[in-house]
Every structure is written in C-alpha cells, then in structure tokens.
C-alpha cells in the first residue's frame, strides 16, 4: 500500500512538503511517482524517482521549485514543493512501478502502477 499525506492549504510563494510511505513491500528496486490532476484536467505526471539509481523525471511546470527524495531505509518517497502557485492546485497522488525510471514510465504506471489514495494541495493567490 501506498500511504499519501502532507497536502493542505497555502498561500502562493508558500511550501509544502508531500510524503509517500509504502507499506507491505520495499521500495527496491522501485519507482516511485508523484501525479496530480485538477478539476476538470486529466491526470500528469509531476516528478519520479527510482530508488535503485536515484534517476529523476520533473515535470517543465515544477522544475526548480520542487524536489523530489528518497528515504528507502523508511520506505518513504517526499515531494519537496516551494514557490507554489495556484496552478498547483490539484489532487496528488503517489504511485509505484517496478523496476527503474525508463522513457515509457507514464505508460509504465498507467498499465501497472500501484496507487495510493490523493491527497489535496490548494494554493490560494
């Protein structure tokens, strides 16, 4: 299982930190992503790392503001997000894959993934 937790409320410029802890299995080797969707919007990806070779994805949108990190020793995967917008504004969810990050990993965690539930980030300007 997938355990999302973190989000919350903020005003824009503000700072949330999303935590992902996996339980029943150990990370490696394992993918871990974050995804979020808004109202009305499908579903994107936002920031992957494998834990076996640390490899990142970030979405254009978030690169620079977020950063994502592993803990394997707690089987815990955080998404570190700063200077956060309204556009951020979503459900965020966490997922997993086996194996390491690859190009195809959104057809990879559509076909495959394990889900945690969402948690909701709201950035109010």
């Known amino acids: 299982q997938l355990q999302a937790s973190g989000g919350g409320l903020v005003q824009a410029g503000g700072s949330l930190r999303l935590s992902c802890a996996a339980s029943?299995?150990?990370?490696?080797?394992?993918?871990i992503g974050w995804f979020r969707q808004a109202p009305g919007k499908e579903r994107e990806p936002v920031s992957c790392?494998?834990?076996?070779?640390?490899?990142?994805y970030y979405a254009e949108s978030v690169k620079g503001r977020f950063t994502i990190s592993s803990d394997n020793a707690k089987n815990t995967v955080y998404l570190q997000m700063n200077s956060l917008k309204p556009e951020d504004t979503a459900v965020y969810y966490c997922?997993?894959?086996?194996?390491?990050?690859?190009?195809?990993?959104?057809?990879?965690?559509?076909?495959?993934?394990?889900w945690g539930q969402g948690t909701q980030v709201t950035v109010s300007s």
């Open positions: 997922a997993a894959i086996g194996g390491s990050l690859t190009a195809d990993f959104k057809w990879r965690f559509d076909k495959g993934g394990w």
């Open positions: 029943g299995f150990t990370f490696e080797p394992y993918t």
């Open positions: 790392i494998s834990s076996s070779d640390g490899r990142t």
